[in-house]
């Protein structure tokens, strides 16, 4: 009897060994996965750093023709900031991720650790997204260090030091110029428009969300038609506003489409995946 007693003891004490690598191995898959996913991060928004660092480091300034009137429209001050498009773009999505993800798992039957499941389910679809909206921004900040096309305002906002009646600047590229005025870098770098690619790939991902997420066709045709509306009004004010051309915000469209179709496709599979 001492003898399995001995052997019974033994048993458990290798049983509880397991338990704890199992533990252990769980927790550093878990680990492994957040760093390669922060790494992916950090990888897609790279271009995207390094714009910023190359336009403090060294500006940016492009010449101008005199007779060009695509750069002679008044500066209007925009309805839809950086920051506010910034905050749309990075806490929408994530938002609705959380609600309808909740929803979902709640609304399905006999499934164990339900909130363990929707942890796990809200955890990839964000980082997916932002991967994904990372690559689409990269994608759209890129251009903008070869390709400096002037914004529609800017001989308004910039006021520049030349006199463009002179017969001799009618149809010469200016490019000895200062401005009068107190100009942001921004005013040099109109191609392609941020706000369109961003609330573009925005709009594209969720409705394609939104078809795998809700199976109520009324609601789920409204929100994506409202989504559809949000990039369109996004879009259009900045050439309403002045701030871009129709080419940029043209190119903007196409990056934020082509991006999201993407990141949909290959890292979603579709919201197939969890």
Same mark, same amino acid.
């Given at each position: 009897?001492?003898?399995?007693s ?10 509880i060994v397991?338990? +704890?690598?199992? +533990?252990?191995?769980?927790i550093l898959?878990k680990?492994?996965? !957040?760093l390669?996913?922060?790494t992916?991060?950090v990888?897609? /928004?790279?271009?995207?750093?390094v714009f ?5 480091k ?5 010449g ?19 920051? /506010?498009i910034?905050?749309q773009t990075l806490?929408?999505?994530?938002i609705?991720f959380v609600?309808i ?8 039957r006999g499934?164990?650790? +339900? ?7 809200v955890?990839?679809r964000?980082t997916?997204y932002?991967h994904?909206?990372f690559? !689409?921004? /990269?994608?759209?900040?890129v251009p903008?260090?070869?390709r400096g096309?002037l914004?529609?305002?800017f001989?308004d906002? !910039?006021?520049?030091?030349?006199d ?5 600047n009618?149809f ?9 005025n107190e ?6 770098? /109109?191609f392609p428009s ?10 594209v ?22 989504l559809?509306l949000?990039?369109?009004f996004?879009s259009?004010?900045?050439?309403h ?5 129709p ?6 469209t ?6 999201s179709?993407a990141a949909v496709?290959?890292f979603?599979?579709?919201?197939? +995946?969890i």
């Open positions: 009897m001492e003898v399995v001995v052997e019974t003891g033994e048993e458990d004490e290798e049983e397991k338990k +704890k690598e199992t +533990k252990v191995e769980k898959k680990l492994n996965v !957040c390669t996913d922060l992916l991060l990888i897609f /928004s790279l271009p995207i750093i910023y660092a190359w336009r403090q060294n500006g940016f300034k492009t101008f023709f005199c007779n060009d009137n695509s750069i002679r429209y008044p500066y209007r001050e925009t309805k839809i900031s950086q920051s /506010s910034a905050i806490l929408g999505p994530p609705i609600v993800e909740l929803f979902t798992i709640l609304r399905k499934l164990e650790n +339900k909130f363990k499941y929707f942890g796990k389910s955890y990839y964000i997916r932002f994904g909206f690559i !689409c921004m /990269s994608f759209t900040y903008k260090l070869f096309n914004r529609p305002h001989i906002a !910039c006021n520049p030091n030349v463009c009646n002179a017969t001799q009618q010469k590229f200016i490019q000895d110029y200062e401005c009068w100009v942001s870098i921004d005013v040099y770098m /109109s941020v706000h369109t690619s961003a609330s573009v790939f925005v709009a991902y969720l409705i394609f969300y939104l078809w795998k997420r809700i199976k109520w066709n009324k609601l789920r045709i409204c929100l994506q038609f409202l559809f949000y990039a369109y996004i259009l004010s900045r050439i506003e002045h701030y871009h051309h080419s940029d915000v043209i190119a903007g196409i990056i934020g489409v082509l991006s179709y496709k290959y979603e599979g579709f919201f197939t +995946k």
